[in-house]
Nanobody, 123 residues
Framework: QVQLVESGGGSVQAGGSLRLSCVGS???????MGWFRQAPGKEREGVAI???????HYADSVKGRFTISRDISENTLYLQMNDLKPEDTAIYYC??????????????????WGQGTQVTVSS
């Protein structure tokens, strides 16, 4: 069951930018939320997470290039991706765990997921 809806993926050249959005409901966006990605042949990995009170964490591979943010009033999570690299190519998923303040990098921690949006970066 899709409980979150992502948008904003697409194809860009290396060095370009994209902004992903994830819209949920007041029931599943009031806790920890995050962005994960999965490239072909690879396991799903955490990209960025934001706690209930706004504390953010990033994977080392995206630090300084990606920014996660949320608009609580709009039940929306964002991922601003700058200076994109070919290795960022993947399907990006939004995830949420309602009412939880503490986040996790484990994908199994999250109970709500989006359908995914493709991001393709060419060199």
């Amino acid at each position: 069951q899709v409980q979150l809806v992502e948008s904003g993926g697409g194809s860009v050249q290396a060095g370009g930018s994209l902004r992903l959005s994830c819209v949920g409901s007041e029931y599943n966006t009031n806790g920890c939320m995050g962005w994960f990605r999965q490239a072909p042949g690879k396991e799903r990995e955490g990209v960025a997470i934001v706690g209930k009170y706004g504390r953010t964490h990033y994977a080392d591979s995206v630090k300084g290039r990606f920014t996660i943010s949320r608009d609580i009033s709009e039940n929306t999570l964002y991922l601003q991706m700058n200076d994109l690299k070919p290795e960022d190519t993947a399907i990006y998923y939004c995830a949420a765990r309602a009412r939880r303040e503490v986040c996790s990098w484990e994908s199994t921690y999250y109970t709500s997921w989006g359908q995914g949006t493709q991001v393709t970066v060419s060199s």
